[in-house]
């Protein structure tokens, strides 16, 4: 099984419907993070949380919200989805140690499509 | 604030050739550089980074990048690439403050023809 895992890989959904996006670790990592790739943009991080009871925006947090449901997941919700909102997301987690910046694992990513 | 800037967008590049992806990066303090590569449908997986020490870092695949503090720069060479190299690389940067948080170049796609 992946250290990442996230669901679903790919999702039509239209415009104005909530959907959530989950992301679940067993790296045994307390911090998670979502970030969103554009064609062009590069990664973008959305929210980050760096244990169970810390949340952060990112840059791009407008349109977003988060629940960090336990120490292994993280899930990204679109409240009302809108087609620019269609992209590639990436979950990743990171421990905590002095070197855990070279530990930032990713998720194989979840495609989502807003019409 | 900090940034990373990746000027090309694209690399073409014929199978045995050497290659250098350019990375720029803007900070008023230390970094930590990182240089990600991506497979397609892939997530991104790391191919090396500089933390401290020597200049001249090695990573998986046979890469390596020499972090420059004057030029602020962080690029990525190989010096025979495969067809298998094929990929999008992304350049990142993170404070030296203690934050795991990665800021991200806008990605090059390396094209590696026969």
């Known amino acids: 099984d992946a250290d990442v895992t996230q669901t679903p890989r790919n999702r039509i959904t239209k415009t104005g419907k909530r959907i959530m996006l989950e992301c679940s670790q067993t790296?045994?990592?307390?911090?998670m993070y979502w970030y969103r790739q554009d064609p062009g943009l590069g990664l973008r991080l959305i929210y980050y949380?760096?244990?169970?009871?810390?949340?952060n925006k990112g840059e791009i947090s407008d349109g977003y919200s988060v629940s960090r449901q336990a120490q292994a997941k993280f899930s990204l919700s679109l409240e009302s989805a809108i087609p620019n909102q269609t992209a590639l997301y990436f979950c990743?987690?990171?421990?905590?140690?002095?070197?855990?910046?070279?530990?930032?694992?990713f998720g194989s990513g979840t495609r989502l499509t807003v019409v | 604030a900090q940034s990373v800037t990746q000027l090309d967008s694209q690399v073409p590049v014929f199978e045995e050739a050497p290659v250098e992806l350019r990375c720029n990066y803007s900070?008023?303090?230390?970094?930590?550089l990182f240089w990600y590569v991506q497979y397609p449908n892939q997530g991104l997986q790391l191919l090396l980074k500089?933390?401290?020490?020597?200049?001249l870092v090695k990573g998986i695949n046979g890469f390596e990048a020499e972090f420059n503090k004057s030029q602020t720069s962080f690029h990525l060479r190989k010096p025979s690439v495969h067809i298998s190299d094929t990929a999008e690389y992304f350049c990142?940067?993170?404070?030296?403050?203690?934050?795991?948080?990665?800021?991200f170049g806008t990605g090059t796609r390396l094209l590696v023809s026969p």
């Open positions: 990743a987690t990171s421990d905590s140690t002095p070197d855990s910046l070279s530990k930032h694992t």
């Open positions: 949380s760096f244990d169970v009871k810390d949340i």
């Open positions: 790296k045994g990592h307390d911090r």
């Open positions: 990142a940067v993170n404070l030296n403050t203690g934050f795991q948080k990665l800021v």
């Open positions: 900070s008023s303090v230390s970094v930590y």
């Open positions: 500089y933390l401290s020490g020597s200049t």
